[in-house]
C-alpha cells in the first residue's frame, strides 16, 4: 500500500500536495508493470492498493484511538509547519480532536489496481 495526500480534492489548492498526490497516483499505477518502469530505469513494484488521504471522499476509515497522543506529538514534530502555540497549530489540534471525537480518526480513499484505472467505483 502506498499512501499519499488525495489531489482530487474540492479544497486542496497547496500545490505540492496536488503534485505529489498526482504523480504517485501515475507511478503507482504503473509500478507493477516491469517493462514500462524499466524504459524509467527503475524496478518494477506490487503495488496493490494506493490509499489516499486529507480526502473528501474516504471509503476506509481506521480507529486508531490508543495512537492519537503519538499521532499528535508526530504533527508537532513538523515544526515548520506547526510552530509551538501557533494559532494554526492550536487549529490543527482541535480539529484532530473533533475528528477522533466523532470515529473519523483516519479517512482514506483506497484504490486498488483495477480502480486506479479507468474503473470508476460503482455505487
Do not use: W
Request: glycine residues 6%; contains cysteine; hydrophobic residues 40%.
Amino acid at each position: 500500500v502506498v499512501f499519499v495526500t488525495d489531489p482530487d480534492t474540492e479544497s486542496e489548492f497547496h500545490q505540492d500536495h496536488t503534485v505529489i498526490g498526482r504523480m504517485t497516483g501515475y507511478i503507482v499505477n504503473f509500478a507493477v508493470n516491469a517493462p514500462i518502469m524499466k524504459s524509467y530505469g527503475a524496478g518494477s513494484a506490487d503495488v496493490k492498493e494506493l490509499a489516499l488521504y486529507f480526502t473528501d471522499r474516504p471509503n476506509f476509515t481506521v480507529r486508531a484511538g490508543k495512537y492519537f497522543k503519538i499521532k499528535i506529538d508526530a504533527v508537532l514534530e513538523h515544526s515548520s509547519q506547526f510552530p509551538s502555540g501557533a494559532e494554526d497549530t492550536k487549529r490543527m489540534i482541535r480539529y484532530l480532536k473533533l475528528r477522533r471525537l466523532f470515529g473519523k480518526e483516519e479517512e482514506f480513499r483506497v484504490l486498488d489496481r483495477f480502480h486506479m484505472h479507468c474503473h470508476p467505483k460503482m455505487l
